[in-house]
């Protein structure tokens, strides 16, 4: 649990954080960051995923662990098409390098966390708070995970045939990631067709399902995995 003077620390840092965004936002790490420790937790939802520690310890020689701080990258209003990672770059503090207790604890920092990146939240990102979805046969209320990907990816294609006068369709639920929050951000790999009897082409699909279900879920892309800028 965070202290208020921690609390305190950690909005100030962010509020900085967030003004020095530029037309060309950047992503960057602090000083205090990074991926050595992991905390693996259970959930009472359905989903099991690993927690990364945003807390800092104290270490038996009394010195503070450094954690992860991962804040520039804002999550805008979903709008159709409209990939929240387009813009951003991920830039490391040319300090960065402090907080680690080897150069090699600190590249295989900066190696997952530009893999993360990259995948724009197909893959976990700890650091964005986006977990794998596991167990995918699993009961998720009345239906199992998988359904419940197949159901939310095929609102995605369906707006990209409407959008696109295309004739895709799902064919299988590869993997699923989320970032909690309000509901659920949905990152989705799957298998598809996009002609009858065509060839599996994997594809990627990103949604929102709002808490609650009062609003549906929100479609915000579609698109082959291979056209990942």
């Known amino acids: 649990m965070l202290s208020d003077d921690s609390r305190a620390?950690?909005?100030a840092t962010e509020e900085e954080s967030d003004s020095s965004?530029?037309?060309?936002?950047?992503?960057e790490d602090e000083d205090d960051t990074c991926m050595e420790d992991e905390d693996d937790?259970?959930?009472?939802?359905?989903f099991?995923?690993?927690?990364w520690s945003v807390d800092a310890e104290d270490d038996d020689d009394g010195a503070r662990s450094p954690t992860i701080n991962y804040s520039n990258l804002q999550d805008p209003e979903p709008e159709w098409d409209k990939d929240s990672y387009d813009g951003y770059e991920l830039k490391f503090d040319p300090d960065?390098?402090?907080g680690f207790s080897s150069d090699k604890a600190y590249q295989d920092f900066r190696d997952y966390k530009t893999k993360a990146f990259k995948n724009r939240g197909f893959l976990e990102d700890p650091f964005r708070s986006i977990y794998p979805i596991r167990d995918l046969d699993d009961l998720w209320t009345t239906t199992t995970k998988r359904q419940y990907l197949t159901?939310?990816?095929s609102l995605c294609v369906k707006k990209l045939n409407e959008d696109k006068r295309l004739s895709v369709e799902v064919a299988s639920i590869v993997r699923g990631t989320l970032k909690p929050g309000g509901g659920w951000k949905l990152y989705i790999t799957f298998m598809?067709?996009?002609y009858p009897d065509g060839p599996l082409v994997e594809y990627q699909a990103k949604a929102v399902d709002y808490a609650g279900h009062k609003i549906p879920p929100f479609p915000i892309l579609c698109r082959p995995a291979s056209c990942m800028p």
Do not use: H, Q
């Open 192 to 194: 598809a067709r996009e």
């Open 41 to 46: 937790s259970d959930s009472n939802n359905p």
């Open 96 to 98: 960065g390098r402090e």
């Open 48 to 51: 099991l995923w690993s927690l």
């Open 151 to 153: 159901d939310i990816a």
């Open 9 to 11: 620390k950690r909005a």
């Open 21 to 27: 965004v530029s037309k060309k936002p950047k992503i």
